[in-house]
């Protein structure tokens, strides 16, 4: 009775399309679209020059303001405009909520 079971998962429907051949298109699908979308939130910034002490720097947050929520913000410890380190609970005069 099971292989008549996973057969039958196996067996076309009236449209000529299986559950598993389906699943799998659906899946293929989906994880196409997630690589295309993935392109597009890539980053491309280029780490700044800037002095720190120009900038206003410092190494905690002003308020709420912080650099890991600031759009020049580079992951890890960089910013579009102040010179590395730049910490994520950083703070600086350039900030812009994203």
């Known amino acids: 009775m ?3 079971r996973h057969r039958a998962r196996d ?3 009236a449209a000529g399309l299986s559950r598993r051949h389906a699943l799998i298109k659906s899946t293929t699908g989906v994880a196409a679209l997630a690589c295309a979308l993935g392109g597009c939130a890539t980053s491309s910034k280029v780490q700044g020059s800037g002095q720190q002490a120009q900038a206003q720097y410092q190494d905690h947050p002003s308020g709420l303001e912080r650099c890991g929520v600031c759009k020049h913000f580079i992951p ?3 910013c579009e405009i102040v010179a590395a380190p730049v910490q994520a609970n950083g703070w600086c005069k350039y ?3 994203f």
Do not use: K, N, R, S
């Open 2 to 4: 099971t292989d008549e």
């Open 11 to 13: 067996v076309p429907d």
């Open 76 to 78: 890890t410890t960089g």
């Open 95 to 97: 900030y812009a909520l």
